[in-house]
């Protein structure tokens, strides 16, 4: 079975610094996708950036980008230039290429410190 | 466009009570999903639909749990009878086609707190 590991409960970052989060996933899956969403205290989720499996290149969305190493099956987000607005739960998400369900990490929660 | 949709924000009610949560997907989006949110266990899918057809429940904990899709444009997640460990934030999900490069939209969910 897939599993998602974030092995950070918390972070902590000083504005306008860089915070890198981890995540660590387990799957036989050779072609899948790869997902990290934040979770501000609205609760709303939102799609932060994603990755396909097949791609060596790592996706970037602005000041967000990610390590992804498929061998190490290691999917990590580094945000630069932090943010107050980037204060949230942060989920790290894994789904394989034949569909069915979204596997979630138990999350991660950062602050942001001015 | 408006994002999915999902009613009420919160409920509060007492065990052995019938509990109904509602969603509206992003219209065009083939596939609804629900999740479930708790502090122990995170986030975990209940059931998928696809063209309103159920295609995985088996993270519907119990017999108590049924879901239904009547048409492209509204879900329910019903609890019967509702029990205090039901308590969590109940999410609806939809993305459009394949839900591997599609991501999926979420709503703001229902905090359910079951006394």
């Known amino acids: 079975a897939q599993t998602v590991t974030q092995s950070q409960p918390e972070m902590s970052v000083q504005e306008a610094e860089t915070v890198t989060l981890s995540c660590t996933y387990d799957t036989s899956e050779s072609d899948y996708y790869l997902f990290w969403y934040k979770q501000p205290p609205s609760r709303q989720m939102i799609l932060v950036i994603r990755q396909e499996a097949y791609k060596q290149q790592n996706a970037t969305e602005n000041r967000f980008s990610v390590n992804f190493q498929k061998a190490a099956k290691s999917f990590s987000l580094k945000i630069s230039d932090s943010q107050l607005g980037d204060a949230a739960m942060y989920f790290c998400a894994y789904i394989r290429n034949q569909g069915g369900k979204l596997i979630f990490g138990q999350g991660t929660e950062l602050s942001v410190k001015p | ?115």
């Open chain 2, 1 to 115: 466009d408006a994002g999915v949709i999902q009613s009420p924000r919160h409920e509060v009610t007492e065990m052995g009570q019938e509990v109904t949560l509602r969603c509206k997907p992003i219209s065009g989006h083939d596939y609804l999903f629900w999740y479930r949110q708790t502090m122990m266990r995170g986030l975990e899918l209940l059931i998928y639909f696809n063209n309103n057809v159920p295609i995985d429940d088996s993270g519907m904990p119990e017999d108590r749990f049924s879901a239904k899709m009547p048409n492209a444009s509204f879900s329910t997640l019903k609890i019967q009878p509702s029990e205090p460990r039901d308590s969590a934030v109940y999410f609806c999900a939809s993305s459009l086609a394949t839900p591997t490069n599609q991501p999926q939209h979420f709503g703001d969910g229902t905090r359910l707190s079951i006394l």
